[in-house]
T-cell receptor, first 112, second 113 residues
C-alpha cells in the first residue's frame, strides 16, 4: 500500500533560518505528491504539488522536488518568517484515486 | 470564496452517545471525505463519498458510519461514542480524482468523556 514518512518534529528555528522537512514515500504506481500546511486553528491548505518525476513545486518561497530515484519530496525554504509557524504535511495520491495519504505532520515554530 | 463548513468547532459528548458531525460544501464537488487527525499519526481517512448516497470505507472505518443524502452535505456518525474517538475531525471535498483541489474545513475537536 501507499505510505508517507516525514521527519519528526517539532522543529524550532530562528527567523531567516533555512528550513528543510524530509519526506519519503512508498507507492505502487506513479503518485502525485503534495505538501499541505495547517496554521493554528485552521484546516489544511495546499502549499505546493508535483505530478511527475523531477517536477518542482513552489509557493510562498517554499520548494520541493519530486525525486523518483530516492522516492523523496523534501520541503525547503531559504529564509523562514514567524508567519511560517504551522504544521506541515506531506501527502500522496495515486493517479485515478480519490484519496490522499498523509504523513504524520511536522510542527514548525519560528521565533523572532 | 469557496468553503467547507463544519457545524461545530468544539464538541463534548459522553461515552455511549450517538454523535453527528456535519459538513457542508458550497463548491458542487463530487467527492467528500472525513479524516481524523491525531498527534504523531497525521490524518487518517475514515470514509469518503464520490457521489450522493455512495460511500466507501477508508483506512479506519470501525466505529463510524456516514450519510450523504445531498451532494453538498456529508455527515459522520459515531454510533456509540468511546473515549478513543476523542480527536480532531476534518472534512474535505474535491472535484476530481488524483488528490487535486482538496478543500478542507476548519475541523471539529471532539472530546468524549
Amino acid at each position: 500500500g501507499n505510505s508517507v514518512t516525514q521527519m519528526e518534529g517539532p522543529v524550532t528555528l530562528s527567523e531567516e533560518a533555512f528550513l528543510t522537512i524530509n519526506c519519503t514515500y512508498t507507492a505502487t504506481g506513479y503518485p502525485s505528491l503534495f505538501w499541505y500546511v495547517q496554521y493554528p486553528g485552521e484546516g489544511l491548505q495546499l502549499l505546493l504539488k508535483a505530478t511527475k518525476a523531477d517536477d518542482k513545486g513552489s509557493n510562498k518561497g517554499f520548494e520541493a522536488t519530486y525525486r523518483k530515484e530516492t522516492t523523496s519530496f523534501h520541503l525547503e525554504k531559504g529564509s523562514v518568517q514567524v508567519s511560517d509557524s504551522a504544521v506541515y504535511f506531506c501527502a500522496l495520491s495515486e493517479r485515478g484515486d480519490y484519496k490522499l495519504s498523509f504523513g504524520a505532520g511536522t510542527t514548525v515554530t519560528v521565533r523572532a | 470564496d469557496v468553503k467547507v463548513t463544519q457545524s461545530s468547532r468544539y464538541l463534548v459528548k459522553r461515552t455511549g452517545e450517538k454523535v453527528f458531525l456535519e459538513c457542508v460544501q458550497d463548491m458542487d464537488h463530487e467527492n467528500m471525505f472525513w479524516y481524523r487527525q491525531d498527534p504523531g499519526l497525521g490524518l487518517r481517512l475514515i470514509y469518503f463519498s464520490y457521489d450522493v448516497k455512495m460511500k466507501e470505507k477508508g483506512d479506519i472505518p470501525e466505529g463510524y458510519s456516514v450519510s450523504r443524502e445531498k451532494k453538498e452535505r456529508f455527515s459522520l456518525i459515531l454510533e456509540s461514542a468511546s473515549t478513543n474517538q476523542t480527536s480532531m475531525y476534518l472534512c474535505a471535498s474535491s472535484l476530481n480524482r488524483g488528490g487535486y483541489g482538496y478543500t478542507f474545513g476548519s475541523g471539529t475537536r471532539l472530546t468524549v468523556v
